[in-house]
């Protein structure tokens, strides 16, 4: 698929965007972590994310990720796991499933974080719980992009519901709050990619920029219903 190639709409309509956790390992799949469609074009999110990183990142880093899940699961056998159940007991694997299931879960998040249609700002439940939480709405921006900035190297920052309450953490490489060997745990809502090839295409080392421009994709209805779950 090249860039800027249009993807059928009505398949990703707002109400049934794919589960990224709709699959589990099982005997007879040979591929039992598919990679979801990218549910935009390429150059949908432009000017803030540049078609050739979405291809790049898409085409490139995620089906690598999902490729080397897929068969690390196989290896290891691991059978009849969602992506969850292997992450709350990661430390019985290998790093290879860590990194590589991670990369694949972390970027179904991602992708599903961000929306031609996104940015603005929260309402409802989400609103009040972020003001409960943070105090205010840009207060929970700051936080966030303090925890998305101030990752060392390659990682990522969440938003996550932690024993009842909204927390922001950041993370490591592939590592997520799903998986039992991480510090900070809890169920991901949203969550932003600052590996560099996330962003050095178009923003190069300024990590900062790309952070800000985040704000203006944010699919706050998908964030909502990942707190209402
Ligand atoms: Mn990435």
């Not at 490489?173 to 050095?200: R, T």
């Amino acid at each position: 698929m090249g860039a800027g190639a249009v993807l059928a709409p009505s398949i990703f309509a707002e109400s049934n965007r794919p589960s990224i956790l709709q699959t589990s390992t099982n005997s007879y799949d040979p591929i039992p972590f598919p990679q979801p469609p990218l549910p935009y074009a390429f150059n949908a999110l432009e000017p803030h994310i540049d078609a050739q990183t979405m291809e790049i990142h898409y085409g490139k880093h995620h089906a690598a990720y999902t490729k080397n899940f897929n068969q690390l699961a196989k290896d290891e056998m691991i059978d009849n796991k969602t992506v969850e159940e292997i992450f709350a007991e990661i430390d019985k694997y290998s790093a290879g499933v860590r990194n590589n299931g991670g990369g694949y879960y972390n970027h179904n998040l991602f992708w599903l974080t961000l929306s031609p249609n996104g940015g603005g700002e929260p309402t409802g439940e989400l609103l009040k719980e972020i003001e409960k939480n943070f105090g205010s709405f840009s207060a929970f921006k700051e936080t966030f992009n303090k925890a998305a900035t101030t990752v060392f190297g390659s990682g990522w920052a969440w938003l996550i519901k932690q024993d009842g309450a909204l927390k922001i953490v950041s993370s490591p490489n592939q590592d997520n709050p799903l998986m039992n060997i991480s510090k900070e745990k809890g169920s991901p809502l949203m969550c932003i990619d600052v590996w560099e090839h996330a962003y050095y295409l178009k923003y190069q080392n300024k990590r900062a920029d790309y952070i800000a421009a985040f704000w203006n994709l944010v699919d706050w209805n998908f964030v909502s219903a990942n707190l209402l779950k």
